[in-house]
């Protein structure tokens, strides 16, 4: 427990950075860019329904400056170290994450790992498309919406090819019946 | 053996494979459900004899908060109240696309597809080998999208049916 508070993980922003980087997707992957953390934690977020952190609405949709602040603590500290572009948890962070793990109940370990699975191996405008059509309120100071909107139906397509949405969403976001849509699959 | 059907899978079984017939049979020995929206979204565009839908029979899904999270709060599609019956009543759901399959999987929610059925239907009697050959010919010769995997799936029992 003291190394918890030794790092400042009782802080839930700087613990589901650091639960969140110990998950792998469903390419078996653990590392994340910036992008694919911050969007991953706005979803979780939203499935549960929290507030714990803060996001505001910026240039690339649903941002939070607090998750990067404490990413770069976490990094200074030595739990995480960067790999290329992404994040990744040193041996430190992996053992501290497992004692994390008791610290949270298994509803809200299952909406993490949901999160990641849904979003993490998305490309990058696959996944700035997804949150701009799901929540319609991170469009709002978005320079890359109106250039995605352009090739709507491809990022459509993808996400339902890749399972992230049903054919009744991929229909309502490119503005035709589900089996117009369906339809539209096999040509 | 009860299972509740995503509107997908209602297209293919009964617009693109004319199993009607066999389904009828089929419900004999096992309960086929579709909730009410997977009904309407099935009669919406329908291009068959919209007396077909009632092989199945309506069954009553209530609105899970638990399972509504992962649809953003929109409890506008068919899939949602189809893996919330699913949920709620230990039914098997009967679901093709990804995410859904994703989400039963997540869930552990127990499901199958379209492919599946046919090949319960297989197994318990209720279609022949030219059955099973007709419906591959529809499904491929439809425009009707079903995912690689599933057709090869189709395929693999097609074949099996053959050595048997």
């Excluded at chain 1, 701009?132 to 709507?152: P, V």
């Excluded at chain 2, 068919?78 to 039914?91: D, K, L, R």
Aim: glycine letters at 4%; aromatic letters at 12%; hydrophobic letters at 35%.
């Amino acid at each position: 427990m003291s190394e918890i508070l030794d790092y400042g993980l009782d802080s839930p922003t700087r613990a589901f950075l650091v639960l969140i980087l110990s998950m792998e997707d469903r390419t078996r992957q653990k590392a994340m860019n910036k992008l694919h953390y911050q969007k991953t934690l706005y979803y979780f977020e939203k499935l549960q329904q929290d507030k714990e952190i803060a996001f505001s609405n910026f240039k690339y949709g649903g941002v939070s400056y607090e998750l990067q602040e404490n990413m770069e603590t976490l990094e200074e500290s030595g739990l995480v170290t960067k790999v290329g572009t992404k994040y990744v948890l040193t041996q430190e962070g992996e053992d501290l994450a497992k004692k994390l793990l008791s610290e949270y109940n298994e509803e809200t370990l299952k909406k993490l790992k949901y999160s990641k699975d849904l979003l993490n191996d998305l490309s990058d405008k696959e996944l700035l498309f997804f949150m701009y059509m799901t929540f319609n309120e991170t469009r709002e100071n978005s320079i890359e919406f109106e250039n995605l909107e352009k090739n709507k139906e491809r990022w459509v397509k993808n996400l339902f090819h890749k399972g992230r949405i049903n054919s009744a969403t991929a229909a309502q976001w490119l503005g035709m019946s589900q089996r117009d849509f369906l339809d539209s699959l096999s040509v | 053996m009860k299972y509740v059907f995503d509107t997908s899978a209602v297209i293919l079984l009964l617009e693109i494979c004319d199993l009607e017939k066999q389904l009828r049979a089929f419900s004999t020995k096992n309960f086929l459900y579709i909730t009410k929206k997977v009904k309407e979204e099935f009669l919406d565009g329908c291009k068959i004899n919209k007396n077909v839908v009632n092989v199945f029979s309506l069954c009553n899904s209530v609105l899970d908060e638990n399972i509504l999270q992962y649809f953003n709060q929109d409890s506008s599609s068919g899939e949602f109240w189809t893996i919330s019956y699913s949920c709620n009543n230990n039914c098997v759901c009967v679901i093709d696309e990804g995410f859904g399959r994703n989400l039963c999987n997540f869930l552990g929610i127990q499901f199958t597809g379209s492919v599946g059925i046919i090949d319960e239907m297989r197994k318990q009697g209720f279609l022949s080998k030219e059955d099973l050959f007709g419906i591959r010919k529809r499904i491929r010769n439809s425009h009707f999208y079903l995912s690689k995997e599933l057709l090869k799936k189709l395929d693999s029992i097609c074949k099996s049916s053959q050595i048997t």
